[in-house]
């Protein structure tokens, strides 16, 4: 995989200089071994900390939305899933197209930190990594462990069907075209707990869901660091009629908070998996997402958010849809 | 334990074009269709929002029923399309859940369809009596 952090610091440097943006979004490194935070670099000073690797897990497009950048240039670094986000907010002109230079990156996936912990000793701390073509080589001074990429990367990538903004959507393109892994999955491979569930009983079902649920803090991270999550107002902050209140003793208003979250993504969800990603309990949220996909796409046809031209499923129905509710009484 | 003499608490949004019609020839034409259950008259059953449904249940409800048109029948020509998608759905990840989705039903019930009113109440109050209470979806704060 070529490294395209020197590409990229040209680019905003360029941008900067020429005052084509006023701010260019990007990532830089965290203080966290393997983490990357969200960087807004503004100054020709700011641009060598910018990098792009395979730990950007977070979109910016949502920073757009912010006043910060209201009416400003901004330059965005973009993976196929974070294109997929704006595209969405574009349609619904969220954001100006005009007020944008976008960045896309060839993404060949992010890898998942947990997974990463599970195949070595060592602390993240004292390993280094080393991508080669095929396989991920981990190196500490325990250990030597070279491991596959489907091993480590994330469940969401693997089933990825858009990793790379197109050429024509995007002003610039770095990198080039490939898959890391060789290993074709399906989704239902990747969200094989989905099949799972669905096996279970009902008494197990809302045993599994109660465990997970009542976990949940309601920090609202999920929400936040959702790409396609962007009501100007949302139900959960209205105070007339506040939904919810701040005691997290109650399983209803668990399960009230992550139904209407999930079912107001259903059908724009682009399978990032940031939700279940900065959820600080680990709460599978990605299954409810996934699992209203995969129902969408049964009855309704197989519809990629952000990507498709056609309207969202939610957003018409026909008269010859499958009727669920009056199959009894004939 | 289902306790003795259990009258379930049913919540029915219904469409004010076909099924508060339907209600009402019901009640005009004298026939007795359970007490317990709550009719909500809303301008179509699209109008229902799936928190709308949430709400009920955490504040006390031990079934819901969105009753409109019969499919072809929409005052609003498409509105019910819409119901039956959106309520596919929210019946799918609230089975996924495990949150007992017969609690929850829908159905088409037009104008002069009392009978059918009467029957679809009756029918969906002895299935919630066979369940018991809600205690799965509901806030135990809220006093019932």
């Not at chain 1, 796409?297 to 939610?314: C, T």
Request: charge should be negative; hydrophobic fraction near 35%.
């Amino acid at each position: 995989m070529r490294n395209i952090t020197n590409e990229l610091r040209e680019i905003a440097e360029d941008l900067l200089e020429s005052k084509k943006v006023d701010v260019v979004l990007g990532y830089a490194k965290g203080e966290q071994p393997y983490q990357s935070v969200p960087f807004a670099a503004k100054k020709k000073e700011d641009v060598e900390n910018l990098i792009f690797d395979i730990f950007s897990y977070s979109s910016l497009s949502k920073y757009l939305l912010d006043d910060m950048y209201r009416g400003k240039k901004v330059a965005l670094v973009l993976k196929g899933c974070d294109y997929r986000g704006l595209k969405i907010m574009l349609d619904e002109s969220r954001v100006d197209r005009d007020d944008l230079y976008l960045i896309g990156v060839e993404c060949r996936g992010v890898l998942e930190k947990s997974k990463l912990k599970k195949k070595i000793d060592a602390t993240l701390f004292e390993t280094t990594l080393d991508l080669k073509e095929d396989k991920l080589a981990i190196s500490s001074s325990k250990e030597n462990v070279e491991v596959p990429y489907e091993d480590v990367l994330s469940p969401y990538c693997l089933a990825c069907e858009f990793s790379t903004p197109h050429k024509e959507e995007v002003d610039i393109i770095l990198g080039e075209p490939g898959k890391m892994t060789n290993k074709e999955l399906t989704t239902d491979e990747c969200f094989a707990e989905i099949g799972q569930i669905e096996k279970m009983d009902e008494e197990q079902r809302f045993e599994y869901w109660k465990k997970q649920l009542n976990r949940c803090k309601r920090c609202y991270s999920c929400r936040n660091a959702c790409p396609v999550c962007t009501c100007r107002v949302c139900l959960f902050d209205r105070e007339n009629p506040s939904y919810l209140d701040s005691d997290t003793s109650q399983l209803a208003q668990h399960q009230f908070y992550h139904v209407i979250r999930a079912f107001h993504i259903s059908d724009r969800c682009v399978g990032c998996g940031q939700c279940s990603r900065v959820c600080p309990e680990n709460i599978p949220l990605h299954l409810l997402n996934q699992k209203l996909i995969k129902e969408l796409n049964k009855f309704y046809g197989s519809y990629l958010p952000g990507v498709d031209e056609q309207p969202a499923p939610l957003s018409f129905a026909k008269a010859d849809d499958p009727d669920p509710f009056e199959k009894e009484e004939k | 334990m289902i306790e003795q003499n259990f009258e379930p608490k049913i919540v029915a949004f219904c469409c004010n074009w076909c099924s508060y019609a339907g209600a009402d020839l019901a009640g005009t034409g004298r026939l007795k269709y359970p007490e317990n259950v709550r009719i909500i008259r809303v301008p179509c059953s699209s109008r229902v929002e799936v928190q709308m449904i949430m709400r009920a249940f955490q504040n006390g409800a031990d079934g819901v029923m969105v009753a409109g048109c019969h499919p072809g029948d929409c005052h609003y020509d498409t509105g019910n399309y819409h119901t039956r998608r959106r309520m596919m759905l929210l019946q799918s990840l609230t089975s996924f859940l495990g949150m007992e989705p017969d609690r929850f039903i829908v159905k088409w019930i037009s104008g002069n369809e009392a009978a059918k009113f009467k029957s679809t109440v009756e029918e969906f109050n002895e299935t919630l009596k066979k369940l018991g209470p809600a205690d799965k979806v509901r806030d135990q704060r809220c006093g019932i």
